[in-house]
């Protein structure tokens, strides 16, 4: 099974609206930590995010935001205002807290944004 | 502050020539991951070192892969001999700390395509 489910291969939205982008998470760790990373068409993996499993709060970061919901095992990013320059492939990954190989980050497939002057 | 750094940032090599990979991880991270995107099966990791130590490699393809580390600041990747099916993004991280709390930051990758 998936340990990361990104359901939107592609979207699109308006410039200067709202996304949401989509993640499902599979752990059975109670320690784990959950990453959006957003890579351009240059290529390079470019941190985003944070959301730890035992915060009570929604991370926020600028124009980013995760909506968390645990019960549900959903790591949802949220893209305000949307700019052209946001247009890119968004990963969505987990690492485990403890017990099977600790350090290492699992991926979803990705959702490629398609931002629409 | 430097982030990762990774060179090449692109190769193309012939099917049977040795490749090699290189890493700088940013200054006091003990932790250093390489990772392999291809469309087909995505990001991969391949290895992950501690403090220089090799912790788990079994993503690594096959013997014709090695990844050593022999101080904090330098990390190398080898392939010998490369075959087509080696064409992908490596890309090289590092992170302080082994947690799930602890962010990893990425090298910009190393293209390699293998004819």
Same mark, same amino acid.
């Given at each position: ?8 291969p ?14 499902t998470?599979?752990?059975s760790d109670?320690? *784990?930590? #959950?990453?959006?990373? &957003?890579?351009?068409? /240059?290529?390079?993996m470019?941190?985003?995010?944070? @959301?730890?499993?035992y ?8 124009? *980013?935001? #995760?909506?968390?919901? &645990?019960?549900?095992? /959903?790591?949802?990013?949220?893209i305000?205002a949307? @700019?052209?320059?946001?247009?890119a ?6 690492r485990?807290?403890?017990g ?12 490629k ?5 | 502050d ?7 940032r ?5 099917m049977?020539?040795e ?8 200054s006091g991270?003990?932790y ?8 087909m ?12 130590v ?11 892969f090695?990844?050593k580390?022999p ?6 990747l ?9 064409s ?7 992170s ?18 293998v004819?």
């Open positions: 099974a998936q340990k990361i489910t990104q359901t939107q592609g979207m699109f939205v308006q410039e200067k609206e709202a996304v949401t982008l989509d993640c998470y599979d752990t109670p320690s *784990y930590g #959950l990453f959006w990373y &957003k890579q351009p068409s /240059s290529g390079e470019i941190f985003l995010i944070y @959301q730890g499993s915060d009570q709060q929604n991370a926020t970061e600028g124009r *980013y935001s #995760l909506n968390f919901q &645990k019960a549900r095992k /959903s790591a949802n990013l949220v305000s949307s @700019q052209l320059g946001d247009s492939m968004y990963f969505c990954a987990m485990e807290g403890y099977g190989s600790q350090g290492n980050l699992i991926f979803g497939k990705g959702t944004l398609s931002v629409k002057p | 430097a982030g990762v750094i990774q060179s090449p692109h190769e193309v090599t012939e049977g020539q490749v090699t990979l290189r890493c700088k991880p940013i991270h003990d250093l991951f390489w990772y392999r995107q291809t469309m099966r995505g990001l991969e990791l391949l290895i992950y070192f501690n403090n220089n090799p912790i788990d490699d079994s993503g690594m393809p096959e013997d014709r090695s990844a580390m101080n904090a600041s330098f990390s190398t080898k392939i010998q001999p490369s075959e087509p099916r080696d992908a993004v490596y890309f090289c991280a590092s302080f700390g082994g947690t799930s709390t602890d962010t990893q930051y990425f090298g910009p990758g190393t293209r390699l395509t004819l």
